[in-house]
């Protein structure tokens, strides 16, 4: 019996795999890239990878330069990468396709001369492990971390525009060793220092020095501030020092706040979205904090590296302990994540950088010696839309993305938020609240009800108002009743 | 088996007057085992109810692995554990109340929390989130008053002042711990046990 069982079986599996394998390759290309998410109860939800490899970079792409290291990457808005490598002091320029346009190691002036610096010898990167394009002047902003310098280059040519040294005026005891830049649209320098506690680096456009910016907040043991309480000064002498965690990257998002990194455990946040004052105000509305994965197959926790942000808020985090991405939107809420460790192909070994070209990912991998690019999938395109067109306001294409990312993945809970909101926004509240309810979005869901509900109370006026009043009409019966009673049992 | 209407009128008046009411309870013999049995059994069936009922805002349960069973069994399980222990912590330390009083109270105590998770149960499918923060308050009264209800009611069938009263009530938590870890105890052991002969007996009737 069973063996017949099993023989009918067979067939309905077969078609069952063959139904299953296009579905998987239309989208998802292969396992090794699959995505997953978090739902508010904090279980994971797979989905659909959302982006799969397109092309890597490497060495043979640099017509025969050895590519050591990637440090940093970044784009301009034109389609030119600009990859980092610290331990050949190089920085490699290829566009969009992956074809080399140039090198640069000496920095040459307008003149195409190589630029000589005060002291005689020529400039020449050395370590350098951080670049910025600047788009609004069309400079490229160079970290040149051993040399102590930010080398600032003409976009377009590569040629000698100004270096900036350590500021005669800065304070505290940081060394002067840019690891990332940033620059903001006030032409304003953002610095970061690796292992500096003071915080980010600012400098005034001149390259004077400004302030230390976004001072990072440690966690507080209850047990260490008990004993510290009590420690003489001796004691306390011996017991360290909590230092405040250090940045480890920073970027610029749409709205020209700088957002930042730390993979220090001991952090308060790990994600920074810091205002002019330097306070944390990244927004976490989603069922889970900004800091990555819940659970981990090891013993270290998501390590976070760096931060690429779209112009409508969307961020990808790169995380170094286990060569995940993770796509927040800019209210906090977890997207998808891919990525993994390993030696496939796309797969990580010490990834480094992350950034975006359109809505194309390059990915860094220092070990791995490449570069990945990422191209999104069906399902990351419709995320990546869906959430622009909610960003800028046109909720009509919004829902459309929204419906299209349910399509490809029911466990979505951010996007049944979404149509939910756009419902919200259209006064259909009855609908809302069953999208609210998917989406497992208290808050939206209580707005959408007090609509509802008023709504109900409009149109059933009369009826509530009548039992209202017999009820207020019985509680004063039955209150004269009960007086006259007591009255006359006293007489 | 019936609950004269004595007993009903001490069962109301225990509720708002717990010294008089427990007093008389104990000592005149009006409580009702039967009636506390019943509201232990409405307690759990009402802590089911609101799990899977109370309003979408303020019900943050996962609907879909809501085990309603374990649920009624555990919350019965901790009122008898915590009238064991009760009782065998008092008749140590002269409590005068027996178990059947302990329980009574328990049970008494338990009908405000019932109505007050009735009351938060239905009216929470009607509110916003600014709202719930009334029934929260709601929510809260009634469980003072529980605790309120459950002190006094212990206080009075053991004749305890509140401080001694407050011990035991702590020493009887203290007292379920080492009944739980008894329980589990022998449990494993008997487990063991069993599993050991079973492969004594395996082994005979192989070699047999």
């Known amino acids: 019996m069973n063996k017949i069982l099993r023989l009918r079986m067979l067939p309905l599996v077969l078609i069952l795999c063959l139904l299953a394998a296009p579905a998987l390759a239309a989208d998802g290309t292969s396992n090794i890239y699959e995505g997953y998410t978090y739902d508010f109860y904090h279980y994971v939800k797979s989905t659909p990878a959302p982006f799969r490899l397109a092309m890597t970079i490497t060495s043979e792409n640099l017509k025969g330069i050895s590519l050591d290291s990637v440090d940093d990457i970044c784009t301009s808005e034109d389609g030119r990468i600009f990859l980092v490598d610290s331990r050949q002091s190089r920085i490699h320029v290829l566009d969009e396709n992956g074809t080399m346009l140039k090198t640069l190691k000496t920095i040459r002036d307008s003149e195409n001369k190589i630029v000589i610096l005060e002291d005689g010898s020529q400039l020449m990167m050395n370590g350098c492990s951080g670049a910025f394009y600047h788009e609004k002047q069309k400079e490229l902003y160079i970290a040149d971390t051993e040399a102590r310098r930010v080398i600032v280059l003409d976009g377009e040519t590569y040629t000698f525009k100004r270096l900036i040294t350590k500021p005669a005026d800065m304070t505290g005891v940081t ?10 649209n006030a032409d304003r320098i953002y610095l970061v220092v690796q292992s500096s506690y003071e915080g980010i680096i600012e400098l005034n456009e001149d390259g004077s020095f400004s302030r230390y910016f976004g001072v990072n907040e440690p966690q507080i043991n209850i047990v260490d501030y008990l004993w510290k309480s009590i420690a ?3 004691q306390k002498e011996k017991m360290g020092k909590t230092y405040a965690p250090a940045f480890n990257n920073v970027a610029l998002d749409g709205e020209g706040f700088i957002m930042a990194v730390t993979s220090d455990q001991s952090a308060n946040d790990r994600v920074f979205r810091l205002n002019f004052q330097g306070k944390n105000v990244l927004r976490e509305m989603g069922s ?29 985090v790169l995380d170094k ?16 994540v891919f990525g993994s460790r390993g030696n496939l192909a796309g797969e990580f070994r010490i990834p480094s950088t992350i950034a975006w070209m359109g809505d194309r990912l390059i990915i860094g991998d220092s070990a791995l010696k490449c570069a ?8 990351g395109q419709a995320l990546l839309d869906a959430n622009e067109a909610y960003y800028y306001g046109r909720w009509e294409e919004a829902t459309a993305c929204f419906k299209h990312v349910l399509q490809l993945c029911a466990n979505m809970e951010t996007a049944y938020t979404g149509i939910g909101k756009n419902l919200l926004m259209q006064e259909n509240y009855r609908e809302a609240m069953e999208y609210f309810k998917l989406g497992n979005n208290r808050e939206f869901f209580s707005k959408a009800y007090k609509g509802y509900r008023s709504e109900v109370m409009r149109d059933h006026f009369g009826i509530i108002a009548a039992i209202a009043v017999v009820l207020i009409c019985l509680v004063i019966g039955s209150e004269i009743a009960y007086n006259r009673k007591q009255r006359r049992a006293g007489r | 088996m019936k609950i004269s209407r004595e007993k009903l009128y001490w069962f109301g008046h225990a ?8 007093y ?10 039967l009636l506390a049995f019943l509201l232990m059994i409405a307690f759990a069936v009402m802590q089911c ?7 979408f805002v303020m019900n943050l349960n996962n609907q879909d692995e809501l085990d309603t069973l374990s649920m009624f069994i555990s919350n019965i399980s901790v009122l008898l554990l915590f009238s064991l222990s009760n009782w065998t912590v008092t008749t140590l330390f002269n409590g005068k109340g027996k178990l059947s009083d302990i329980f009574i109270v328990v049970c008494y105590s338990l009908t405000v929390l019932i109505i007050g998770e009735a009351i938060v149960c239905f009216v929470s499918n009607f509110v916003t989130t600014e709202e719930v923060m009334i029934l929260n308050t709601v929510r809260a009264l009634c469980i003072a008053w529980f605790v309120f209800l459950l002190v006094a009611g212990l206080g009075t069938i053991h004749e305890y002042g509140l401080g001694g009263n407050l011990a035991s009530i702590v020493m009887s938590i203290v007292a379920a711990a080492i009944i739980l870890f008894i329980g589990i105890l022998l449990f494993t052991m008997l487990e063991r046990m069993v599993s050991f002969f079973v492969s004594v007996g395996q082994e005979l009737m192989r070699r047999l």
């Open chain 1, 372 to 379: 990945y690019v990422f191209d999104p999938s069906d399902f």
């Open chain 1, 288 to 316: 889970l904090p900004v800091e990555g994965d819940l659970i981990v197959p090891g013993d270290t926790p998501t390590t976070f590296v760096d931060i690429a942000i779209k112009p409508y808020g969307t961020y990808a």
């Open chain 1, 321 to 336: 302990a286990y060569g995940r991405v993770f796509l927040y939107n800019f209210d906090g809420e977890l997207l998808s």
């Open chain 1, 232 to 234: 003489t000064d001796a």
């Open chain 1, 175 to 184: 060394e002067f060793k840019p690891a990332k830049v940033a620059v903001d």
């Open chain 2, 15 to 22: 509720l708002v007057h717990p010294f008089d009411g427990f």
């Open chain 2, 24 to 33: 008389e309870i104990r000592f005149r013999n009006q409580g009702s085992v």
């Open chain 2, 49 to 55: 109810l609101s799990a899977q009922y109370t309003g």
